[in-house]
């Protein structure tokens, strides 16, 4: 693997519970990324993928807080920064992109107003060069017509000319990683396939790293070199995409890719994994997944599974998995 | 320095403001489209409010005709100098009429005063007229206090939270436990009775509410993925108060400026009615002519004049402010392209 752009190890992230308690709905995550890599974190809605992300950026809405672990850039650790230097790494070196293009844009801005303010923000660029580069990068992103758009308000966009200015303004700042937060969730079918393929075709002319957050398997096919699932807060298997999609070791991979629609035949029955992910105070003990694994033993309830690595190129945490991996 | 100098001053200005004010709305298709539509939906109205702002500026631009050294000469208008310098009678007269109400002595200007004369026979029109100038200055720089004021704290209080919050919501508890019409009496006996101080103290007691409002907006909009997102960029909170939660508000002090207007204007007649209201006010004017309801025979001629003109700009200017808030209303400006 080449060099490690972004290195999260040990990251928990809490929010006050009942009685003084803590929830940790990010517990001892461990991600990272390589630079120019892509990297997905699947998971079902509320399993702190979400969380993980703004937890990078030390953006988590109060009350939670980040209790432990570290966060490092480059090198360089993001946890316990001021916050003005932090303010300089968000956008500069860390830029996100948001579910809903909707509502990420300022209505009463024109859009190239807030590229050129993204631009201008990180660097002293002179208004006609910022411009200038704001037109590039409306470009870059495939928007038609630029110059008409740059003075256009985003009520006057469509969805997925607004998701493509939102990822103009993350590239703005020129960040050597993205993180993009579901970005296609809000968008209709054929205009997910195409910003999907803009991404892929902006990292590898930028050679930017992304950090793809999504709950689409789809998705992380089209993207993603690297899988890391998340459940109930913990990384609970992770990979190559081959080795991840190609051959789940978790069964919650394996039953997140049995539901999955496009892999069944019509009129046929889908797969389902029973039950939802449990709120963060009804964690169980043991492993989290164990009330709705077909799998699951006494040991499960018991004890947390430990990481089974397999080779280089994959890791589940499953008891199951590892008594079949010690035989 | 004298008024009239401060009026010029005000005036000039105002017409810079309103100037400024086209040319932004002229260069933002925006603005530009809803001012239209309001024009479109309320034509007449526009126009009236129009009409009194021009007759404000008229009365507002004013000089001397004395030579040097000679003061005793009262600063005149540009209204003014529509009447005749000599414009006045001795006592009461009627609408055109050519003698004086009360013992028939032959008028200096017969027939030529249209709603008559007052008690100190001044031409009844120039009155209401000027009174004009005094309801919108009321109107308009107690909004230009009041509004700044609760647009600063209620940002504050709904941007940072926590303890601004508590100090500011103290304050606005504070003054909203007092009596506003209590708490206004007893600021002007302090501060004085000029037209400036009175604004004042309306001002002190009129932000409360719009303040609460603005706290509330920026609440919502504080937790928006546009602000969470510019966070996300590194915008540092003071710009993104600046630039993406001040403008998203601005829709709410154009309504609460149209809505509030005509409240001043009519508060400013009560305080003329409790004695303490501004000179030249039509509150004023309506005041004197309460006395003169209890002549034999009645002497309304006064009293009907400013109330029309009073109730003329208070319907005019709700009629704009009705429009004003369906054009700019958040809920009826949904994401239509």
């Known amino acids: 693997m080449s060099e490690v752009l972004l290195h999260v190890e040990g990251l928990v992230t809490s929010f006050p519970g009942a009685g003084g308690t803590r929830l940790p709905v990010v517990d001892r995550v461990d991600v990272a990324v390589a630079r120019g890599e892509a990297v997905a974190l699947v998971g079902e809605s509320g ?41 300089r790494v968000r956008g500069a070196e860390i830029a996100m ?111 930017t790293a992304i950090l793809l957050i999504t709950h689409d398997l789809g998705v992380v096919n089209e993207v993603a070199d690297r899988v890391a699932v998340m459940y109930a807060g913990r990384i609970v298997e992770e990979g190559t995409r081959a080795a991840v999609l190609g051959a789940p070791r978790h069964p919650y991979t394996q039953g997140l ?16 994994i029973p039950g939802v992910v449990p709120a963060p105070d009804r964690w169980p003990s043991g492993c989290r997944f164990a009330d709705r694994c077909a799998l699951v033993m006494d040991l499960c309830r018991a004890r947390e599974p430990a990481r089974t690595v397999f080779g280089s190129n994959a890791a589940a945490c499953c008891h199951a998995v590892a008594a079949e991996a010690a035989q | 320095m004298e008024g009239y100098v401060l009026g010029n001053g005000f005036a000039a200005l105002l017409i810079g403001l309103a100037l400024f004010g086209s040319w932004r709305v002229r260069s933002t298709p925006f603005w530009r489209e809803r001012v239209a539509e309001i024009v479109r939906r309320r034509p007449v109205a526009t126009f009236v409010v129009a009409l009194y702002v021009g ?39 009627a609408p055109l009429a050519a003698v004086e109400f009360y013992g028939g002595q032959p008028l200096a200007h017969p027939g030529r005063h249209l709603l008559g004369t007052d008690i100190l026979g001044r031409d009844v029109l120039h009155l209401a007229l000027g009174g004009a100038r005094v309801a919108l200055l009321i109107g308009g720089l107690t909004s230009l206090i009041a509004i700044p004021l609760a647009i600063a704290f209620g940002l504050a209080a709904g941007y940072f939270g926590g303890r601004v919050d508590d100090v ?116 004023q004017m309506i005041d004197q002519a309460r006395d003169e309801l209890a002549r034999d025979p009645i002497i309304g001629w006064n009293l009907a004049a400013a109330s029309t003109a009073l109730f003329a700009l208070i319907l005019a200017v709700n009629r704009v402010g009705d429009a004003v808030r369906d054009v700019l209303d958040p809920r009826t400006l949904r994401d239509s392209p």
């Open chain 1, 47 to 87: 399993c702190g993928k979400s969380m993980t992300a703004l937890s990078i950026l030390g953006l988590v809405p109060k009350p939670g807080r980040i209790d432990a672990g570290s966060v490092r850039m480059a090198g360089r650790e993001l946890r316990g920064l001021p916050v003005t230097a932090l303010r």
């Open chain 1, 97 to 207: 992109i948001f579910q809903e293009p909707a509502t990420s844009l300022n209505p009463v801005q024109t859009v190239g107003a807030q590229v050129v303010e993204a631009i201008t923000l990180h660097e002293s660029v002179a208004r006609g060069a910022a411009r200038r580069r704001a037109l590039g990068l409306f470009e870059q992103v495939g928007i038609p017509d630029p110059g008409a758009r740059f003075v256009a308000y985003p009520h006057q966009l469509s969805g997925g000319l607004k998701q493509r200015v939102m990822i103009a303004i993350a590239l703005a700042a020129r960040p050597p990683l993205l993180i993009a937060d579901e970005p296609t969730t809000a968008l209709d079918v054929t205009i997910q396939a195409q910003i999907l393929e803009l991404l892929r075709r902006l990292a590898r002319e930028t050679g």
């Open chain 1, 257 to 272: 890719l049995r539901s999955m629609p496009a892999r069944v035949l019509p009129g046929e029955r889908l797969a389902e």
């Open chain 2, 55 to 93: 007759v404000a500026l008229l009365d507002s631009v004013a000089w001397h005709d004395a030579l040097p050294g000679e003061t005793s000469v009262d600063a005149r208008s540009l209204l003014d100098r529509a009447f005749p310098s000599d414009f006045r009678e001795r006592s009461y007269s």
């Open chain 2, 168 to 283: 500011v919501f103290l304050l606005l508890s504070t003054l909203a436990s007092m009596p506003s019409i209590l708490l206004l009496v007893a600021l002007i006996m302090v501060i004085g009775r000029g037209p400036v101080q009175v604004c004042l103290a309306l001002a002190v007691t009129s932000w409360v509410s719009f303040c609460r409002v603005v706290r509330g907006e920026t609440l919502k909009l504080r937790e928006l993925d546009y602000v969470q997102a510019a966070r996300a960029l590194g915008v540092s909170e003071l710009r993104i108060v600046w630039r993406h939660v001040l403008p998203n508000l601005s829709h709410l002090v154009v309504i609460t400026f149209v809505l509030t207007f005509s409240q001043l204007v009519l508060s400013e007649a009560i305080l003329s009615w409790l004695g303490v209201g501004i000179d030249g006010s039509w509150g």
